[in-house]
């Protein structure tokens, strides 16, 4: 008796299969085709991209779904340790500034420290996550620290980008 997958598992066996394929037509293209992956899969940037494996269970999978099929316009009322700060506040963030280079965040909260925090976790994934620098070189500074316009908690961070807002690209 076959047991039928569930929407996580058959979105895990397409990755795979999409891979694969693209693995046979040389490394550019699973480059290609794992950033458009993480472009347009939540799931996908938040479990392979960004190295969640905490991310990896059926009931996130669904509310990734839900976040990337409806993203704005709503009050995300979630109980505590739901994962709605790692969906949206971070893993959403990064993948709206890896679609729209040129688009400004502000994380608020109830206090700095904690909006910063969020901040510096990001900023702490673009310096840091290799393959994520690798998808998208021409978004991610290769030394933000000495290359970058803004770079640091206090000021917000500024990715790539052909426009020059006064705004960074994330600011707490």
Wanted: proline fraction near 6%; include cysteine.
């Amino acid at each position: 008796m076959e047991t039928e997958l569930s929407p996580r598992e058959r979105a895990i066996a397409v990755y795979r299969n999409t891979i694969h394929r693209a693995s046979e037509l040389g490394p550019d293209t699973v480059r290609r085709v794992k950033r458009q992956l993480a472009q347009r899969d939540l799931f996908f940037l938040l479990a392979y991209v960004l190295g969640r494996p905490d991310i990896n269970r059926d009931w996130i999978f669904e509310r990734c779904r839900e976040v990337q099929a409806a993203p704005n316009g709503y009050l995300d009322l979630w109980g505590r340790e739901h994962f709605k700060s790692s969906i949206i506040t971070f893993g959403l963030t990064i993948q709206d500034i890896l679609n729209d280079p040129e688009i400004t965040v502000g994380i608020f909260s109830y206090s700095r420290p904690i909006a910063k925090a969020f901040l510096r976790q990001i900023r702490t994934e673009f310096e840091s996550n290799e393959m994520l620098r690798s998808l998208f070189p021409d978004i991610l500074w290769a030394n933000p620290h000495r290359d970058a316009p803004k770079w640091s908690e206090d000021d917000g961070i500024i990715v790539r980008r052909k426009g020059n807002p006064k705004e960074s690209t994330v600011e707490a």
